[in-house]
C-alpha cells in the first residue's frame, strides 16, 4: 500500500485554461475527499465521495470546479476558465470507516496550482 | 466566519522540553477533534484525535486535552525532538451536521531546537 497519490505535482497554467488533477486513494478506502489550501491557512474542504457517489460540496466548489469518481476508484479535479484566486495546493484524502481512528482521513502529497 | 482557530502561528522550543500547542473552535456541534502534522512538500500526517466524550487521550509522547466548557483543545508533546518541527493543525467534525467533513484551523509552526 503506497499511500495516497496525486497528479502532477505541480501544475502552472495560464488564466483561463481548464486544469484537471487526479487523485488514487489507498485501495479499499471508500471516502475521498478534496480540499484546498492556500498559504497560511489550513486546508479547506471542498468535496467528498463515498464510492462513486458525490455526497457533500463546499460552497467554495464554484460552477468551474467538478469532481468525480466514475468507478468509486480513483478522482479526477476539474477547474474550467481558471482563475488567479484558484493558485493554491489542492489535497486529496482518503479514509475507510471501521479503519484505524474514526474520521482519520489519509492526506496525499498535494498538487500545487500556479495560475499566471 | 473561522470556526477552528490557532491563535499562535508559530511556537520554539528547546529539545527535551514540553511543546504545548492550542487550538479553540466556536462551533457546538463539533464532535470530534484531530491533530495533523504537515511537513513541508508532503500532505497532512494524522496525530492523534479525541472524542467529545472524552477529556484526554495519550499516545505516546503526545496527549491531546478537551476542554468542552472552554471550547478549547491543546497538544502536548514530551519530550519534544528536533524531528517534531513542522507545521501542526487541529481539525474538527461534526458527524450530526456536516458527515465527514473536517474542519481545520490556520496551523502552529512547531520549531524545535538542539
Known amino acids: 500500500d503506497t499511500g495516497v497519490s496525486q497528479d502532477p505535482r505541480h501544475k502552472i497554467t495560464k488564466r483561463g485554461q481548464n486544469v484537471t488533477f487526479r487523485c488514487d486513494p489507498i485501495?479499499?478506502?471508500?471516502?475521498l475527499y478534496w480540499y484546498r489550501q492556500t498559504l497560511g491557512q489550513g486546508p479547506e474542504f471542498l468535496t467528498y465521495?463515498?464510492?462513486?457517489?458525490?455526497?457533500?460540496k463546499s460552497r467554495l466548489l464554484s460552477d468551474r470546479f467538478s469532481a468525480e469518481r466514475p468507478k468509486g476508484s480513483f478522482s479526477t479535479l476539474e477547474i474550467q476558465r481558471t482563475e488567479q484566486g484558484d493558485s493554491a495546493m489542492y489535497l486529496c484524502?482518503?479514509?475507510?470507516?471501521?479503519?484505524?481512528?474514526?474520521?482519520?482521513?489519509?492526506f496525499g502529497p498535494g498538487t500545487r496550482l500556479t495560475v499566471t | 466566519d473561522q470556526q477552528v482557530k490557532q491563535n499562535s502561528p508559530s511556537l520554539s522550543v528547546q529539545e527535551g522540553r514540553i511543546s504545548i500547542l492550542n487550538c479553540d473552535y466556536t462551533n457546538s456541534m463539533f464532535d470530534y477533534f484531530l491533530w495533523y502534522k504537515k511537513y513541508p512538500a508532503e500532505g497532512p500526517t494524522f496525530l492523534i484525535s479525541?472524542?467529545?466524550?472524552?477529556d484526554k487521550n495519550e499516545d505516546g509522547r503526545f496527549t491531546v486535552f478537551l476542554n468542552k466548557s472552554a471550547k478549547h483543545l491543546s497538544l502536548h508533546i514530551v519530550p519534544s525532538q528536533p524531528g517534531d518541527s513542522a507545521v501542526y493543525f487541529c481539525?474538527?467534525?461534526?458527524?450530526?451536521?456536516?458527515?465527514?467533513?473536517?474542519?481545520f484551523g490556520e496551523g502552529t509552526q512547531l520549531t524545535v531546537n538542539p
Open positions: 479525541i472524542s467529545s466524550i472524552k
Open positions: 484524502a482518503s479514509s475507510r470507516p471501521g479503519q484505524g481512528a474514526p474520521y482519520e482521513q489519509y
Open positions: 485501495s479499499e478506502h471508500n471516502r
Open positions: 465521495f463515498q464510492n462513486e457517489a458525490q455526497l457533500e
Open positions: 481539525a474538527a467534525s461534526a458527524r450530526e451536521t456536516s458527515g465527514s467533513r473536517l474542519t
